[in-house]
């Protein structure tokens, strides 16, 4: 075990606490997320961004840069949202193609 704090709290039975380093920027872009989204704090979002990745490890580096460009083009302006039912279907085609 690290030389990280461990204590007890309200995430869970046991906790341990570690040292993260980012650039400012990205943290910047972490504190505008769990804000608008509606997490409680930044640790908050952190672990259920860490549980998210430990959970769907298949779900690839590539196709979290794949939702990222396309955040961005939304935020830009340059693309569209699309409907559950119209990714199900792009899905579907993909399997069938595949």
Do not use: C
């Not at 980012?22 to 872009?29: H, Y």
Request: without cysteine.
């Amino acid at each position: 075990m690290s030389d990280a704090d461990t204590g007890s709290g309200d995430d869970g039975p046991e906790t341990v606490q570690i040292n993260l380093r980012l650039s400012e920027a990205f943290l910047e872009d972490i504190d505008a997320t769990w804000q608008e989204e509606g997490f409680s704090s930044r640790s908050e979002f952190l672990r259920y961004a860490a549980r998210d990745a430990v959970k769907h490890p298949a779900f690839s580096r590539e196709g979290w840069k794949q939702i990222a460009a396309s955040e961005h083009d939304l935020r830009a302006g340059d693309a569209e949202l699309v409907s559950r039912d119209e990714v199900v279907e792009m899905m579907d085609r993909d399997e069938d193609d595949g």
